[in-house]
């Protein structure tokens, strides 16, 4: 018998081509040529993920399939194995991975004050650019990690340097052991990496924000296009590098739904459609993602189940994670649904064996097994551009292959072999006997039952007398079981068996307690296929929560539409020359302002009782920090070229906070870290939307500027960036829009320039096409920013915080500027000592139009208070003190032709309040934009039991998961953090 195997093993190993490449000389022995073939008979062959072949053939030579199917002609020099009941797949391909590449390590410490400069000369200005990293040169075979790959189905692996926002060249490698490189790479320079994050290994501070990333790369392919004319008079290696591989494919890692479309936008603006990684969460935003049009990436880390079983620590677990444990498994059945091209990565598995049970899970979820199979080998092939070599068993690929049991993604299948380029890896014996089953399992004079599950080389036992669950172990080695099992009185029996090939029963010795010794028998009383299928007969299918618009608590469950609707007798806070309206009548109709009167017919619109209760416009917060996932981009002193639009966060609950304060409109500011800061966006609270569809409509360009202790870093212990005095803050100034106005000249002279995305903002403001909303509180401050102003004649449009106004109130209605100032905020630092509360009035009283704002996410919801305060400090009228947070804020946004103020034509923002806006006992009964209701107070109410409800079934899945051995994580609170302008 051993010399049939040694014969067979030679026969093998003669099949397998030469490792030296033929032009080389070989000095240990003689130089032949293998001519010898492999043919795999008589097994299910999956050429394709939907080409099968019952019964087929599979030949191979020299490391590469020649043919396969149903009648082959085998030559005579070919080695013959019968795989009668097996199965053979294409081995998978993990196209994004770290495999054999070193990858950078964070360095310990830290400089007292950030680095703005970069570190390297001859390569581009910012030192997260180096796409002139080869992967390949970092690259060393790690033979345990390819034994391990292996081990889970896979062939082949794109790796990478996973650093850096521009990363290089990747490296596609197969997993073969016995080989030299010259085999084993595939592609050295198989496609070109990019992300959003920084080098942990690079400290220049720029950029330090998602906004200054995406900057950042617009620049550099700007910067591309302009070296690869010629007009650069030095050597950029970065650029060079850069342009040398944009023919690759173009990978990048964007980590969640939202980043994957921002990354396609910035290929959409370059002509480059990247492949990008996504994050598991793509079914929440499935439309927009399926307009990228792009190839997707997907991580299978489907997330483990909380362990809630204690309520304190379960009350840390947010419902949004809850949920998204339950949703995350039926990601890629919706992806495939929608006709999305993905492929599976191991990228963030904690080990390559996990693979197959995510995997089982995505199909228990509805993905079927041909697209899971697709998912791991002609995907990722087709991303790569290499289906004529992997992915596939069609002739001419390399011999890349799995040869199991069954269906290679049952949790009861054996992978026995997985063979690289025609080289022969066993994994698991083919020849070992399958002992999984249930056993009666007699020990002395007691019977227990014994259920032995798991994989086949790798099975484990569970012992049981009656209902109650021993404590066992069990090994299978070769031919060899040993097992032990501890009984409730805590006895313990060792047993030793040899498998016997005419049997399915177990027996061998048995070691007693007291150390005599005897015999044990385990009598099979169902194979493994019996006991699957029971199993598979039992099983239920998963219960999914649907998907919320955004998909966390107080979503909704559909979009919401416009419609038409009719006030009865509201009081109408109109914000016009009408001023306050008594039992008046509004009629709203395709999201616009209809008639404004008495007794108005309703025709078909929706008709509410506004008996006693007040319709205002909707409120409008100048200054606000909510729903950015930045705000800051503090790495330079300017950061023009930074948008906020960029980074806008649908998900946040502040936006439905707000729309229960009244809110329908905010200006979402660049915080104050730098004199010139990003652009801003205006955004509809449209809870519910994507980001695009939140921001304003055609809305006005604006910037965020900042004055004073924060742009010179006073508190923030920073002493090597410009400028570190006010006076410094000007020079900025007047230095950047020198250069603009320069820039300017040269781009309309018809001249050839290089495009600055920064410098196309600043003249924007020269040319009056921008306006500037301004940080400010010192009065000495507020004057040189105009003088700055009128010396490149512009204006500034708002000052906001503007808490030194009452000072130069005369000097602002003269520049022509408006103030957005707080109600009655002072000496939360020092240069806000001066701060009053009789600001706000005292600047109206000069003819400066003037907002209050909350710079806060809290005071925002309340922002009808706050604009109550003004009646209190100054003085000001109700209708001029509500006109503080409706129509005045509109203006200075420019946007009060089409809200802040109830008039026909005008769009239908409005909200219906139960009590005079101004009082504290006032709530927002409904929230409209555009004719569309977003918050509605008795929707609220049903929402608030909704999700309680959904809450505890969720707790309940995760504790059934607990019980049936599933694996849990310990409970987590994960709070986003609220903006303000200092954030950073």
Known sequence: MKLKYLIVA??????????????????????????????????????????????????????KVVSAGTSVSIPPNSVQVDLKGKSIYPSFIDVYSKFGVEQPKRPSGGGRSPQYDPTREGFYWNDHIMPEADAINSYKYDDKSAKSLREAGFGVVNSHIQDGIARGTGVLVALKSEANEAERIVDDNSAQYFSFDKSVIKRQSYPTSLMGAMALLRQMYNDASWYSKGMVDTKDRSLEALLENRSMVQVFEAGNAGNILRADKIGDAFGIQYAILGGGNEFELIDEIKSANAKLIIPVNFPDAYDVSDPFQADYVSLKDMRFW???????????????????????????????????????????EAKALEALTLAPATLLGKTDLIGTLQPGRYANFLITSGDVFDKETTLYENWVQGQKNIINAMDQKDIRGKYDLRLGATTYDLDITGEVSKPKAEVKQDTIKLTSKLSYDGDWVTMSVTT?????????????????????????????DSRFTAVRKEGPSDSAEKKDGD????????????????????????????????????????GVLENTDVLVRNGKISRIGKNLNAGNARVIDASGKHLTAGIIDEHSHIAGLAINEAGQNSSAEVKMTDVVDPTDMDLYRNLAGGVTTVQLLH?????????????????????????????????????????????????????????????????????????????????PYRYDEEMEVLVEILNGER???????????????????????????????????????????????????????????????????????????????????????????????EAAKTVKYGGMSEEEAWKTVTINPAKLLHIDDRV??????????????????????????????????????????????????????????????KEGGGKMQRPAQRKKERFNCESL
């Not at 010898?36 to 099968?52: E, F, K, S, W």
């Not at 204006?795 to 500027?817: C, P, Q, S, W």
């Open 900 to 961: 802040g103020s109830i008039k026909e034509g005008k769009e239908a923002d409005l909200v219906l309040w139960n009590a005079h806006p101004l009082s504290v006992y006032a709530k927002a009964e409904k929230t409209i934009i555009q004719g569309t209701t977003y918050f509605d107070l008795e929707v609220d109410k049903a929402l608030r039991e909704a999700v309680k409800k959904e809450r505890s079934e969720l707790v309940k899945m995760m504790l059934d998961e």
């Open 326 to 368: 339950n949703q995350a498994p039926s990601n890629p059945k919706i992806l495939a649904d929608n006709g999305v091209s993905f492929s599976f990565t191991l990228h963030e598995l904690k080990s390559p064996s996990a693979l197959k049970e995510k995997i089982g899970k995505a199909i228990e979820y509805g993905l079927s």
């Open 671 to 751: 915080g104050s870290a730098n004199p010139i800061g990003g652009r801003s966006a205006i955004l509809r609270l449209k809870w519910g939307e994507s980001a695009d569809k939140l921001i304003f409509e055609n809305s006005p360009k604006f910037i965020k500027f900042a004055l004073g202790e924060n742009v010179k870093q006073s508190n923030w212990n920073s002493f090597n960036r410009f400028p570190q005095t006010r006076m410094g803050v000007e020079q900025v100034f007047v230095n950047y829009f020198q250069r603009a106005k320069e820039y300017d000249a040269l781009k309309k002279s018809g001249k």
């Open 771 to 865: 306006f500037i909303s301004c940080h400010s509180y010192v009065q000495s401050e507020i004057n040189m920013l105009m003088k700055v102003a009128e010396k490149f004649n512009f204006r500034v449009n708002t000052f906001t915080h503007i808490l030194e106004g009452y000072k130069v109130a005369d000097k602002m209605a003269e520049h022509g500027v408006g103030g957005s100032t707080f109600s009655d905020w002072w000496a939360y630092k020092y240069e806000v000592n001066d701060a009053i509360p009789y600001n706000a009035a005292i600047m109206a009283s000069q003819g400066v139009t003037v907002a209050i704002n909350s710079d806060d996410a809290e005071m925002s919801r309340r922002l009808n208070q």
């Open 539 to 578: 099983s239920k299918p998963p219960t999914i929560m649907p998907v919320k618009f955004p998909n966390v608590g107080y979503g909704y469950t559909e979009k919401k539409t416009a419609q038409d609707m009719l006030f009865r007798n509201a009081t109408v806070w109109t914000g016009e020359a009408a």
């Open 488 to 516: 409730s009185d805590r006895n313990t029996y060792r047993m030793t068996a040899r498998i016997s090939p005419d049997s399915d029963n177990l027996s061998g010795k048995l070691l007693m307690p007291d150390g005599g």
């Open 10 to 63: 030679f026969a093998f190993l003669c099949a397998i081509p030469l490792s030296s490449q033929d032009y080389f000389p070989k000095n240990d022995g003689v130089k032949a040529e293998n001519n010898n073939y492999t043919a795999l008979t008589n097994a299910r062959i999956y050429v394709t993920p939907t080409q099968i072949i019952e019964n087929g053939v599979l030949l191979i030579k020299d490391g």
